[in-house]
């Protein structure tokens, strides 16, 4: 499975932005999927993750109604919507796929290669 993150870019303070996640290999019925962001200087953050299905999303409390992950299992693509952008969200994002029905954690099987956000006061 390879991963392809893209939409990352330029947008203010307020606006919106929606990231994909295309895998190369099937996904659908194995791979719970992840997004993780890392801002410069500082550690990589866990931001969501989606179950195999797309029945269930947990967030993390930093982007908690203001993101939303959903998945294509007919297009092997997972996304992320940012709403409501601030500038803390500036990082390159990556989404990785555990071979798991659901997982949250770092310990992901595959990695993209992070699209970069900013987010502009």
């Known amino acids: 499975v390879q991963l392809q993150a893209s939409g990352g870019g330029l947008v203010q303070a307020g606006g919106s932005l929606r990231l994909s996640c295309a895998a190369s290999?099937?996904?659908?019925?194995?791979?719970?999927v992840g997004w993780l962001r890392q801002a410069p200087g500082k550690e990589r953050e866990w931001v969501g993750t989606i179950n195999w299905s797309g029945s269930s999303t947990i967030y993390a409390d930093s982007v908690k109604g203001r993101f939303t992950i959903s998945r294509d299992n007919s297009k092997n693509t997972v996304y992320l919507q940012m709403n409501s952008l601030k500038p803390e969200d500036t990082a390159v994002y990556y989404c990785?796929?555990?071979?798991?029905?659901?997982?949250?954690?770092?310990?992901?099987?595959?990695w993209g290669q992070g699209t970069l956000v900013t987010v502009s006061s």
């Open positions: 290999g099937c996904i659908s019925s194995r791979y719970a």
């Open positions: 990785a796929a555990k071979n798991a029905g659901q997982y949250i954690g770092y310990d992901y099987d595959y």
